[in-house]
């Protein structure tokens, strides 16, 4: 019974900020939060100051009322105050840290009756925050015992060609493959047509319950690969179905079984990918030696785990990962998306069962054991997944790493920026 009842609190929870990854829709008034260190980068004990513009027209505009706030991200204000913008900018005196992580400065505009926001976000010394999560003793166990019991269910592959989808150069395929956990795996293949070996590709998804997608631009290129869901949905559904799942019965499917390492959601969500991994790797096109991931939001935490995982795994690329360091809120400071542990969760999900299964979920201990090259991007001003978090998983990382940083970005991407991200990994999987 309290399992059900735990179950069913989880149903109702808010998963605050959800994951989209857009990038934001412009606006006739902006308002530009602007640090004073043009890399948003300063050492313990800089001051980090703020500049306020509010611009109509890309014509500055006063007076204006304002509300500022300054303080660590995600949490609560050190500094608020409503004032009058009464000529051409306002400075603000932010402070500094004497600790690494990022101080973040956010403004409210009113203009013609409306309120515009914007933000800016000073990072501290961030290549040296430290995890707040801990590392089970028996992390490696777990996760090794899981794939044996993976590696023993037969793929059972079905796949299903979609002429309508197809290119003059790649076919187009659901696939259907048996997962763990007597569950089905959907994705979309997309494959070149031209006979030969290939590099592969896994791409995995962010949050929410959405279709797969062919990647006919990658397969032209000549790579095979297969975009994947987490929920055991098939790919090809009318587009409501998808919705009415969002908005009913997985959401907050993040969640779901939180207190139980062995029944959390993403248990076979992680081994999904790997499962997708065997598919990929028994096709008669692949090359047997170039396989890489790519994901942004919560698909940056799949690809941190899925190379993490997996050793066929050569090459990693992705953006803005999720379920980084879920405990910062338990140590005062911003924690990972879905924020188990900010102040609306809290009462639901601090218990010690909750803290443990997480340990075993946390990209952070992911990011430890990885061995392979990777490619990272992602904002400063990332108010879905904090770049405190972020950058928790990133310095936990001993093998080789490039980071590419776009700090005015919240949590979406430039079309350059995610040109970057995949080039990057093509580049790599064609050596």
């Not at 005062?332 to 999900?349: D, I, M, V």
Request: proline share 6%.
């Amino acid at each position: 019974m309290k399992k059900l009842i735990y179950s069913f609190l989880c149903m109702f929870l808010i998963c605050s900020n959800q994951s989209a990854i857009s990038q934001p829709v412009e606006q006739p008034v902006k308002v530009m939060v602007v640090p004073n260190h043009t890399d948003w980068k300063y050492r313990l004990g800089d001051s980090a100051n703020f500049t306020v513009t509010v611009l109509q027209n890309s014509i500055p505009v006063y007076p204006v009322k304002l509300t500022y706030e300054v303080g660590l991200e995600k949490m609560k204000p050190t500094q608020l105050k409503t004032v009058t913008l009464t000529e051409g900018r306002l400075n603000v005196q932010g402070g500094t840290l004497l600790q690494p992580g990022f101080l973040r400065c956010i403004v409210t505009a009113e203009v013609d009756g409306k309120q515009y926001r914007n933000l800016a976000t000073a990072g501290f010394d961030v290549l040296h925050i430290a995890p707040t999560v801990e590392k089970p003793a028996d992390f490696d166990n777990f996760w090794n015992k899981a794939m044996s019991e993976l590696a023993k269910i037969p793929l059972d592959v079905k796949m299903v060609l979609l002429p309508e989808r197809c290119s003059a150069l790649s076919n187009v395929f659901q696939v259907n493959i048996q997962n763990f956990g007597n569950s089905r795996l959907y994705g979309i293949l997309t494959i070149p047509k031209k006979e030969g070996k290939y590099p592969a590709v896994l791409k995995v998804p962010g949050a929410g319950v959405w279709p797969s997608s062919p990647d006919i631009e990658m397969a032209d290129k000549g790579f095979i690969v297969l975009d994947i869901g987490i929920h055991g949905i098939p790919a090809t559904l009318d587009t409501i179905v998808y919705s009415n799942l969002n908005t009913g019965a997985l959401k907050n499917y993040p969640f779901f079984n939180a207190d139980d390492k062995d029944r959390f959601y993403y248990k076979r969500v992680y081994l999904g990918c790997i499962r997708a991994n065997d598919f990929l790797t028994t096709l008669p096109q692949y090359d047997g030696m170039h396989l890489g991931v790519t994901g942004g939001s919560q698909g940056g935490a799949l690809s941190f785990v899925t190379a993490s995982l997996d050793k066929r795994v050569k090459y990693l690329s992705l953006f803005c990962p999720a379920l980084c360091d879920l405990t910062g809120y338990l140590k005062s400071r911003a924690g990972g998306w879905p924020h188990f542990f900010n102040e609306s969760n809290l009462p639901y999900f601090n218990k010690k069962e909750v803290i443990t299964t997480l340990s075993y979920y946390d990209v952070v201990n992911f990011a430890k054991n990885l061995t392979v090259e990777g490619f990272y991007s992602w904002g400063f001003n990332d108010e879905t997944c904090p770049p405190t978090t972020m950058f928790a998983a990133f310095n936990s990382i001993t093998a080789p790493k490039t980071i590419l940083l776009y700090p005015d970005t919240g949590h979406w991407a430039y079309t350059e920026q995610r040109t970057k991200i995949i080039d990057w990994l093509l580049k790599k999987l064609k050596e």
